[in-house]
C-alpha cells in the first residue's frame, strides 16, 4: 500500500494546501502547475489524483482500490499525457475529450498533462471549451516550466500553483547521497539522482581540471578527454562541474562560506597565481563551451581547448609570479 504524497519533497505549504481543498471539494477543476523541471510536479498531480479517487474520508489513504491503482499506473480515472518530441497531437486533444465523455468510475475523473507548454495552437484550442467547463467530477493538471510559457487561452483557464526548487534540507539526505551533489542539484530531484549516479564521472571531471594546474603531460590528458567526452551528456557533466569549481574558488577567495563542492577546494593546487578576472573569464569560457557542443561542434577538440586555457593561465601567472 502506498500514499503517493509521502514520497514528495519540498513545497509542503502548497502541497498541504491542495489537498486540503481536495479533502474540502473545494478543488478548482482546471489546475496549472507551474515550476522548474524535475522538482516533482506531475508527481504531485498523480499523488492528489490518488486523493481525488480515494474511498474513504482520510484521502489518500493508500490502501483501497482506487488508490492502489493510481499507484500502479493502472487506473481507469487516471489519463497521463506525456507529449512527444513535436508536442501534443490534436488527436491526443481528441482522446482527452473522448475520456472526458466516459462514464466516472469512481469518485473523480483526471487528467494530467505533462509539458503543456508544448501544446500547440490546434491541439489547445480544441481543449478549450473542456478546461473552461470541465464535466462534473472531471479535473485537469497541467504542468509546465512556468505559468507564461503556456499558451495565454489555456492559462487563462486555469488556476496557477506556482512550485519552487526544493531547499537544500528539503531534499532527502541519507548515506549515499554526498552533500555536494544536494547543493548542485538546484533543488531538482531529477538531477539530485542523476548525481548520486555519477560519482565516478565527478571524480574524473574533478581530476581533469586539476591536471590543468598541474605540471600534467597534455598528451596523456587528452585521451583521457576523449574517453570520457565520447557522450554528449558527459560532456555537459564535465562543463557543470567546471563551472561549480570555478565558482567555488572565487567565492573561497572572497571569504565566503558556501561552497558546492567543499569537499575539493581546499585540496586544489595552488591556484592564486590565476586573476579573479581569468577565473571569470574562463566561467565565461565554460558557458560558450556549452552551447557550442549544444551546437554539434567536436567535443573533444572543444573540451580541450578549455583545458588548454586554464593550463595556460596557470603557467602564465605561474611566470609571472616568478618574475
Known sequence: MSRLIDSVYGNKKLVSRIFEAISSDLLPQTLLFAGPEGIGKKKIAIAAAQGLVCENPDRPCGKCGPCLRIEKNQSESLMVIEPGSTGMKVDEARSVIQFTHLQVPGRARVIVIDEAHRMGVASSNALLKTLEEPPDKTYFFLVAPSAYSVIQTVRSRSQIYRFGPLLPEEMPITDRIPKWAIQS?????DRLQSLTESLDLRKEAVRIFQSALEKESPLSIFSEIKAQVKERENAFFFIQIWKELVRDILCHRMGFSHLIHEDIIPHLPDSRQIANSE???????????????????????AVEDFWINLKSKAESGAENVLD
Not at 185 to 189: D, K, L, T, V
Open 185 to 189: 542539484s538546484q533543488g531538482r530531484m
Open 279 to 301: 577565473w571569470i573569464e574562463l566561467g565565461h569560457h565554460l558557458n560558450q563551451l556549452r552551447r557550442d557542443i549544444e551546437g554539434n561542434v567536436d567535443r573533444t577538440l
